[in-house]
């Protein structure tokens, strides 16, 4: 089955203890991002790769990190996570030349 | 600034009528609209689009309006069924396949 996957699904951590989200998707997708939603704010981009090795910052990028070692990996790093990163986050992809992107089924970080 | 908006935060319909859910959008690059739909507990998923070259674009019972010179796009849903109970996202690209999203609206569909 054609998916992105997220691991994990619900986290809560304390401020300042790194952590990491994979995201992974079976559809040989070149472009991937990273999302948080916020109440009243919509999905907003964190990070996205256009291929591997080839990473941008979208409209929110502080205090996160990604990499793209690998075209199905793109995982989302927590540094030094804070109680404002507390949200809902998603991971999406999509092919060469698409608008439309596919998201996973989210992730709930708290950081208290 | 949020560059999409969707001043409806909710809207709540009669089975078998019709939900006009409204999108604004302020930046004029803006060439390819899209909507996703979102149930609890899952990722969006991709509804429907349409290009700026169109006015219109049907899918069954989801139907997109564009006016350009408004900035404004709607997606009409007839007939609405339960399941059709969801949060609606706007969201537009000016070419670079980056997604701006607006803050979504919930649509509750009464029996």
């Known amino acids: 089955e054609a998916q992105v996957t997220q691991n994990p699904r619900y986290l809560i951590t304390v401020t300042g203890k790194k952590l990491t989200v994979t995201c992974s998707q079976n559809?040989?997708?070149?472009?991937m991002s990273w999302y948080r939603q916020d109440p009243g704010l919509g999905l907003r981009q964190i990070y996205y790769?256009?291929?591997?090795?080839?990473?941008d910052k979208g409209d929110v990028p502080e205090g996160y990190k990604v990499s793209r070692k690998e075209k199905r990996n793109f995982p989302l790093i927590l540094e030094s996570p804070s109680p404002n990163q507390t949200s809902l986050y998603f991971c999406?992809?999509?092919?060469?030349?698409?608008?439309?992107?596919?998201f996973g089924p989210g992730t709930r970080l708290t950081v208290t | 600034d949020q560059q999409v908006k969707q001043n409806s935060p909710s809207l709540s319909v009669q089975e078998g009528r019709i939900s006009i859910l409204n999108c604004d959008y302020t930046?004029?690059?803006?060439?390819?609209f899209l909507w996703y739909k979102k149930y609890p507990a899952e990722g969006p998923t991709f509804l429907i689009s349409?290009?700026?070259?169109?006015d219109k674009n049907e899918d069954g019972r989801f139907t997109v309006f564009l006016n350009k010179s408004a900035k404004h796009l709607s997606l009409h849903i007839v007939p609405s069924q339960p399941g059709d109970s969801a949060v609606y996202f706007c969201?537009?690209?000016?070419?670079?396949?980056?997604?701006?999203f607006g803050a979504g609206t919930t649509v509750t569909v009464r029996a």
């Open positions: 349409i290009s700026s070259i169109k």
């Open positions: 559809m040989n997708h070149e472009y």
């Open positions: 790769s256009m291929n591997v090795e080839v990473t």
């Open positions: 999406a992809s999509s092919p060469p030349g698409a608008y439309e992107q596919y």
């Open positions: 969201a537009a690209s000016a070419s670079d396949y980056k997604l701006s």
């Open positions: 930046n004029s690059m803006f060439d390819y």
